[in-house]
């Protein structure tokens, strides 16, 4: 039986060119500059214009990936979105982008897992790609945070941002050095409530009651969930080194959610890996959910820093609660 491995052949990534300073952001809740640097990292997020939808911008970083892979759109035989953010709840952000890229009979389906959505979409491409079925499945990330974000509250509102990041995972032979390691998943449901948007849903349908208690904003329990994405980005991280008997020595770049510098940091100080080898891109764009990582694998392929033949680990964590890692040869 032949047997296939998965490469990302293509990155592409993009934020809308408005933003939302930390000055901005000072004047609509009682926080300052300082405060969100010191404790986050974060110094701007982008937003979407107002006739912007999610397809829109995933649309946008999709077509960079599909160029730099060296494609035509018409070779993409698979699309996969990573979002919590979808144009709406039915059709699928997938379908409306497979309309636009004119690729249809294409199949083209969501994916949520919050903000792990896009290291879940790597497992799901890389089994996709083992078994045989497609040959160069478009895997976006993709979300328009800003429009679930309460501007009343200081603790959510400082954190999210808008973008999309998009990769192309490609059929490659199973003796190619530059492949799809492997990737470790895992889920708390338990923990669901530590971040929630409630209302919107089949549970609880939005009404004026719901709009005047603000259940159809994301609700947050910021410190909890902190310890929970160090403690599980860690936990995953081990597994995919130890499923590849590799070190962390080994790996080139670790590029984590980037949802606050310190819980990078944090699992960065975990296995005692140096600081200068984390891509962080979260100063700029903030916490952009299922587009952080493929963002900042983009980003720092384009500035240079990450090169064919690095060995690379992607961790996330988020919503559901949900985290994850992939380990690659790029
Ligand atoms: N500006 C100023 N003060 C703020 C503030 C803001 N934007 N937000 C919260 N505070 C206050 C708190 O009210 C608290 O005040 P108190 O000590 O008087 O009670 C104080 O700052 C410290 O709050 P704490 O929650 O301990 O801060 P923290 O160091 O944990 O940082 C987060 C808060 C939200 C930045 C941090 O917990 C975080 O990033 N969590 C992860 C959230 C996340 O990633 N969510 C999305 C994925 S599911």
Known sequence: MTTYRSRVAGTGSYLPPDLITNADLEKLVDTNDQWIRERTGIEHRHKAADNQATSDIAYEA????????????????????ATV?????????????????????????DLNAACSGFIYGISVADAYIRMGMYKNILLVGAELLTRYVNYKDREVCIL?????????????????????????????GSLGELFIRKAGGTRLPITQKEIDEGTHWFTMKGRDIFKNAV??????????????????????WLIPHQANWRIMEAVADHFKFPKEKVISVVHEMGNTSAATVPVAFDMARRDG??????????????AGLTAGSAVLKF
């Open 62 to 81: 999709s077509i960079l990936a599909i160029k730099d892979a060296g494609l035509q759109i018409s070779d993409i035989d698979c699309i996969l979105v």
């Open 85 to 109: 953010s979808p144009d709406y709840l039915t059709p699928s952000t997938a379908c409306v982008m497979q309309a636009r890229l004119g690729l249809n009979g294409v199949p083209a389906l």
């Open 160 to 188: 999210f941002g808008d973008g999309a990041g998009a990769v192309v995972i490609q059929r490659t032979d199973s003796n190619a050095e530059d492949v799809i390691y492997s990737s470790h998943l895992r889920a708390e």
């Open 231 to 252: 403690r599980t980005m860690s936990a995953t991280c081990t597994q995919a080194l130890a499923a590849n008997d590799l070190k962390m020595e080994q790996i080139d």
């Open 305 to 318: 820093r990450l090169r064919r033949g690095q060995t690379i680990l992607l961790t996330a964590f988020g």
